[in-house]
């Protein structure tokens, strides 16, 4: 399995894997989506990985990005999708060396891969390939909404007493 940046010419291709960590994407929006970040001259700051089999298969895919720090500059992915049907994970492994490659290529100092829903596999293929899982984030979703609040320029702020706020409701 190889890995390299989707170019224009597969975004439909690639578009079912894109559907799984975005279910609501309409083909339209994927299009609009992927577009800019197949352009040449923008994957050297931002782009989508894929993990293609011999035979021109898109198995794998996550989004890439560079960020600039006091440090350097750090490869940064995040919504990962790797389809390994039969056997071990290839796509998401072939994924992490070529986010290490591209990483490398760019003068990157470090590799950061955000995993929504990691499996056992995936945190394993990820020592394999040199990374140090170090983060868990634990998501829970709220049924009511107890407060009207927001963050502007770091501060919290009441929307309910702030006039240029979105005026809405808590939920019953």
Known sequence: MIC???DKSRILQAYPLAQAILPDLSLARWAKLAEPLTAPETLDRQGIMIAVNPAGYIYGLCFYRIEEEDGGRRLTADRFV?????????AFEALL???DDLAQRLGCF???TFLKTPQESHIEGSRRAGHDPKLLIACK???RVHTEACCRD???IDAAASSDAPQRRAQP
């Open 4 to 6: 390299f940046p989707l």
């Open 82 to 90: 790797a389809f390994d049907l039969l056997g071990p994970p290839r």
């Open 97 to 99: 060396s070529g986010l």
């Open 110 to 112: 470090a590799v950061h």
């Open 141 to 143: 979703r709220l049924e």
């Open 154 to 156: 770091g501060r919290i």
